[in-house]
């Protein structure tokens, strides 16, 4: 992605080009949902295809590439899981030290074990991510350590080129994009984005951001901070997001809106875009879908629009989520005749 993008990101000559080959996601095309959802057409952004499985690659390796640019020697990050199995991956590919702070008992068990096998120093503490994020500022800011949560300005910058790549495929912007709203990073970098592609002239119309809230995690919708976020969707239990005023100016500059969906809806979306399409997207990308329901049956998205769902983790990660969801595998005999009579071929 530094090779790729090299004059549209804060990179000096001194920056390191490294990568784990992040970015250059499919954009997938969802026939049977968009028919179903009475759309023009519905494209799947997987961001769960990058290397670690999810979009926080793509802002982790230009905050990487400054840290070691500036000589730091150890990455710090709070995390509902996805930034720590991120800040691991990099950290160990390019000799530094990763510490990451995680709620206890609150982050999937992909996750988790992505940092540990990546040889990152996992702390675990009783209390929730807003508070594991307090703890990292703290410590970053009375130590020589690069803090490489959202709050670090590459984060965002890096992150912004998935906009870039949605142009690209579609040679437009689409007319709404949906995405997830945890610590409000990737809204704010998303319409970074798309802004900066209207200032190079490739894009005339911008799309309508559709942001979602789990409905137990949702400060922006309700307009002041959740104490004690509770979904399903454990990347957006965030009761207290960094980048609140980032997300608010992108929802009101594109006139789009921050919805919320209930953890049933949640889970009900993430069966939805894996029986349909055959995409497993984790809770909290699912949601994305689960607000463009609710805002095609509101008619806040007309028939016939255009649509990017952004699906910003692998659904491999947090397998806990789904399971009990799911019908367990049938029993039967190694006997090829038992097994058709079964199935009724
Ligand atoms: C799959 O890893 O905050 O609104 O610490 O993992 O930019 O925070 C993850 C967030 C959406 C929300 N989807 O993005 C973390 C973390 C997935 C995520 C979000 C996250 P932001």
Same mark, same amino acid.
């Given at each position: 992605?530094?090779?790729?993008?090299?004059? *549209?990101?804060?990179?000096?000559?001194?920056?390191?080009?490294?990568?784990?080959?992040?970015?250059?996601?499919?954009?997938?095309?969802?026939?049977?949902?968009?028919?179903?959802?009475?759309?023009?057409?519905?494209?799947?952004?997987?961001?769960?295809?990058?290397?670690?499985?999810?979009?926080?690659? *793509?802002?982790?390796?230009?905050?990487?590439?400054?840290?070691?640019?500036?000589?730091?020697?150890?990455?710090?990050?709070?995390?509902?899981?996805?930034?720590?199995?991120?800040?691991?991956?990099?950290?160990?590919?390019?000799?530094?030290?990763?510490?990451?702070?995680?709620?206890?008992?609150?982050?999937?068990?992909?996750?988790?074990? +992505?940092?540990?096998?990546?040889?990152?120093?996992?702390?675990?503490?009783?209390?929730?991510?807003?508070?594991?994020? +307090?703890?990292?500022?703290?410590?970053?800011?009375?130590?020589?350590?690069?803090?490489?949560?959202?709050?670090?300005?590459?984060?965002?910058?890096?992150?912004?080129?998935?906009?870039?790549?949605?142009?690209?495929?579609?040679?437009?912007?689409?007319?709404?994009?949906?995405?997830?709203?945890?610590?409000?990073?990737?809204?704010?970098?998303? !319409?970074?984005?798309?802004? $900066?592609?209207?200032?190079?002239?490739?894009?005339?119309?911008?799309?309508?951001?559709?942001?979602? +809230?789990?409905?137990?995690?949702?400060?922006?919708?309700?307009?002041?901070?959740?104490?004690?976020?509770?979904?399903?969707?454990?990347?957006?239990?965030?009761?207290?997001?960094?980048? !609140?005023?980032?997300?608010?100016?992108?929802?009101?500059?594109?006139?789009?809106?921050?919805?919320?969906?209930?953890?049933? $809806?949640?889970?009900?979306? +993430?069966?939805?875009?894996?029986?349909?399409?055959?995409?497993?997207?984790?809770?909290?990308?699912?949601?994305?879908?689960?607000?463009?329901?609710?805002?095609?049956?509101?008619?806040?998205?007309?028939?016939?629009?255009?649509?990017?769902?952004?699906?910003?983790?692998?659904?491999?990660?947090?397998?806990?989520?789904?399971?009990?969801?799911?019908?367990?595998?049938?029993?039967?005999?190694?006997?090829?005749?038992?097994?058709?009579?079964?199935?009724?071929?």
């Amino acid at each position: 992605m530094l090779l790729r993008y090299p004059d *549209r990101l804060p990179l000096t000559p001194r920056t390191p080009r490294i990568t784990l080959g992040e970015g250059g996601t499919p954009l997938i095309e969802a026939p049977s949902l968009a028919a179903e959802l009475g759309l023009g057409r519905l494209l799947l952004k997987f961001e769960g295809l990058n290397p670690t499985g999810s979009f926080k690659d *793509r802002g982790m390796v230009v905050a990487v590439a400054r840290a070691i640019e500036a000589d730091s020697q150890v990455l710090v990050c709070a995390s509902t899981g996805n930034t720590s199995a991120s800040a691991a991956a990099y950290a160990a590919r390019f000799g530094l030290r990763a510490v990451v702070v995680v709620p206890a008992g609150m982050i999937a068990s992909g996750k988790l074990l +992505q940092a540990q096998v990546c040889g990152a120093t996992v702390l675990a503490i009783r209390g929730n991510f807003d508070r594991a994020l +307090q703890v990292v500022r703290e410590l970053a800011a009375r130590h020589s350590v690069a803090l490489v949560n959202s709050l670090n300005p590459y984060r965002i910058e890096g992150q912004k080129t998935a906009a870039f790549e949605i142009v690209e495929a579609l040679g437009a912007a689409p007319d709404v994009l949906s995405l997830p709203v945890g610590n409000a990073g990737n809204i704010t970098a998303y !319409w970074r984005g798309f802004r $900066e592609e209207q200032a190079r002239g490739r894009v005339s119309a911008l799309p309508r951001l559709l942001g979602v +809230q789990a409905q137990g995690a949702a400060p922006i919708v309700r307009g002041r901070p959740v104490a004690r976020p509770r979904t399903v969707a454990s990347a957006i239990r965030i009761g207290n997001p960094a980048s !609140w005023e980032g997300a608010t100016l992108a929802r009101d500059e594109s006139r789009g809106t921050i919805v919320a969906a209930t953890d049933e $809806e949640i889970l009900a979306a +993430q069966r939805r875009l894996a029986s349909r399409e055959g995409v497993f997207a984790e809770p909290a990308s699912a949601a994305a879908l689960a607000g463009v329901d609710r805002a095609v049956r509101s008619g806040w998205i007309a028939p016939g629009e255009r649509v990017v769902l952004v699906l910003t983790g692998h659904g491999l990660k947090d397998p806990d989520a789904v399971r009990d969801e799911l019908p367990p595998p049938i029993p039967v005999d190694d006997d090829p005749a038992g097994i058709a009579r079964l199935l009724e071929l």
